[in-house]
C-alpha cells in the first residue's frame, strides 16, 4: 500500500469577468474528506506578462477556507515566483449532507416594494453569486422572514440581491427595515420542494421560483398555496392540484416553470402581507411524480416517439465538494483570465504522521 | 521500603474488564412506515411503480334512449426511484488482531453494522426532509413562525391527511379498565427529532406510550400518541438550524399515511458485511485484514398528498 491514495482529480475552467473570478466548485466523490489538495494553472504556468496566481494548495492541518500558493509576476521570458497565503476564500471542503453552517449578518433594508429585493449589508461575509440565503427575523417583510433565496448579485458589505425574487414580479407594501441573512448550503437529495415567489394567471401558468429550481421537463408537480389571514386572497384555487411541468427556465436571473394548469379564472397569487397575522405555511411546488413529456412544450401533444423523463427520479445527488475559492484567481493584481485552464488532484493519507 | 498499593506495578493495579462498554446508537425510525421494494437485478438502477388516477363518479342515470355516455379517461402516474450504492471500510492490520486480547474485528463489524442502519435511516429523513410538503404549526403561542407544536395543529394535519384519503398506519388501542390509561384512535405515524418530546409532553391530551391501555403493539422508539397521530423519535430526527420566522430552530415532523413512501433495495445488492483476511487489496505481505458494508437503497415519496411535514419549534 501506498501512504498516501490520489483519490480525485481533473481540470477546471476559471471564470474571470473584468477583475472578479468566480469561486470554483469540483466534484470529489469520496466518502472522507481529502488531507492534501493542489491546483495549478495549467494555462498561466510560464505564461509571459500576465501576472497570475499558478498554485494553491491546502493540507488538512490548515483552516478550512485557506490556501497557500505561488504567484508568478508578469515578465517576457522569466516571471518570477512568489509564495503566498490566502486568509479567507480559498480552499475548502465538505460534503453536501453535512455543510458548514454561518452566521447570520446583518441587513438593514430589503427593496420589496419596488421588487427589485436588494438586500443592503455592511457585511456581506462570504456570500457570492449563486448562494443560498435564508432570511430570518426581517422587519417590515415579515411575509418572507425564514424563506429562502438564490443571491443574483453582490456589491461587497454594501447589498445583495434576491434577483430571482425580483424577476417574479411580486412587489410588497413596505420595505424591510431589518433582517438577518444567513448563508446556508442544501442538501442535494432529488428532487427538492421549492418556494413559489409568484405565479401567473394564464392558461398555462408560469410559477416562478426564490432561486433556482430542480424541475425538469415532462414532471408532474404538486402545488400546496394555503389561505391567508385577515381577508387576504391568494390562489388558492391551485392548492392540492397537480401540473405536468412543460418548460423550465433557470437563467441567471429568471427561475420558472410552465405547467398545463390555466390559472386564468383563478385568484391573483400574494404573499401576505408584514403587518396580517401569519398563520401561514409558505406556498411551495413539490414534486408529485414522472409524466411524458411534452411535444416543444405542448400542452396535449407528446413528444414523439414518446419520451420518458427519467432525470425527475428520486435520487440521492449529494457528494463531496472542493471549492476554490475566488481569492485563488483575483488576489490583488494576480487575475487569471477567463477561461484558463488548471489541474487539480486530491489526496488522502493512508498514514498522517504514523497515525 | 513499606510496600502500598501505590508501590504495585500497573499490572497489578489494573484489570482488563472484557465487558465492553455500550455505544450509543440512534433511533431507527424514518423506515419504519416506508413501503420496501426490492428492484430485481438486471433490469435497471431506477424503479417505476405505477398509479392509476381515480376516475370521475358517475351519478347521471342515461337517458330512455339508453346512448351511451362518453368514454372517461384512465390516467396513469408514475413515480420513479433511483437506488444508489454506499459503501465504507476499515482497515485493521494483522498486528493489531494479533497482539489485541480484545477481539477488535467483532468490534468492528458491530459499528460497521450500527453505521450502516444509522445511514439508510438518515438517507430516508433527508429524503423526506427535500420532498415532503410543509405545514407550519400556528396553533402555539410562543409568536414564532412556526409556533411550537398544539393539538390543533396535529388535528388540522389528521384532517388533511384524511381529506387526502390517507388511511392510517396504526389501529386503535380500545380502552380497558386500567387506571391512568387512554385509548389511543386508529393512527399516523409522526416521525420527529428527541428534541420534540418536552413539546409532545406538553401538548392537551398528549398520551405518553406508557398510559396506553394495551402497550404490547408499541415500539420502544415510540414516545406517546394524542388523537389519531402517534409520535416515534429518534436522536437523528430533521431538523433546520435557525430557519424560523425569528431565527429559531425548527423541527421536522413527518407525519405519514400508509403507502407514502418506499424504501427500495437491490436484489443482488442487499446489506453486506464484507471482511477481507490479509494478503487482499495490494497486500503482499499479508499485513491488512479489511471490514466493510455496503448496501444500495434508493428511496422517494410516492404521494405527495400522504405524507406532510408539519413544522415546530419551541425545541
Redesign the interface.
Known sequence: ?LPFQMIAGGTFTVSVSGSTASAVEVVCQS?NPPDFIVAKSITGWGEANQAQAVEWWWERSMAQGTAKGIQQSSHATAPAMNTKFLSSNGIFTYDT?NPP?FT?LAATAITGSAGTFVVSMTNTGSIAVGDWV?L???VGE?QI??YVFQVTAVTVNTSITLGYMASSGITFGADATAA?V?KIIP?R?????AYIANITQATQAVVYFTGKNDFTVGE?V?F?V?ELQNGLTTMTQIN?LQGRVLSVTNSSTVSSITVDIDTSGFTAFAFSTSLAQ?????A?V??????VVPYNGSATIAQQPPGTN?L?????R?TRVIVFGHSCFDTSSFVSTDGDTWMWQAYKY?QYNGQ | MTVSISTMPPQIQQRYNGKLLSTPEHNLIHNLFAVPVELPDNQGYIDRQSRYDRLDLFPVPLDDAQTNPPSQQLNRVDVDCRVRVYATYIVLTRQVTITNEDPVLNSAAARLGQAMRETQDVLQRDNLESSASVVNCVGGDNGDLPTEMQLSDVDDVVTLLQNNSGEYITNMIPGELKIGTSPIGDAYAMMSNTRMIPVFNNITNFTRKFQYPNVSQTLSVEWGGVNNTRMFVSEQGSITPNASLSGNDIANNFVTAKEAYKVVWQAGGKARFIYLPPGYNNDPCMLRHTAGVSFYQGQCITNDLWIVNLRSTGI
Open positions: 500500500m466518502q449532507t453552517t447570520a435564508r430570518t427575523s426581517v415579515r422572514s425564514g438577518q444567513t442538501n437529495m432529488y428532487p427538492r420542494w408532474i404538486s400546496r394555503p392540492n401569519l398563520e401561514v405555511s409558505p411551495i413539490v414534486p408529485s411524480s414522472s409524466g427519467l425527475d427520479s428520486f435520487d440521492n449529494n493512508d
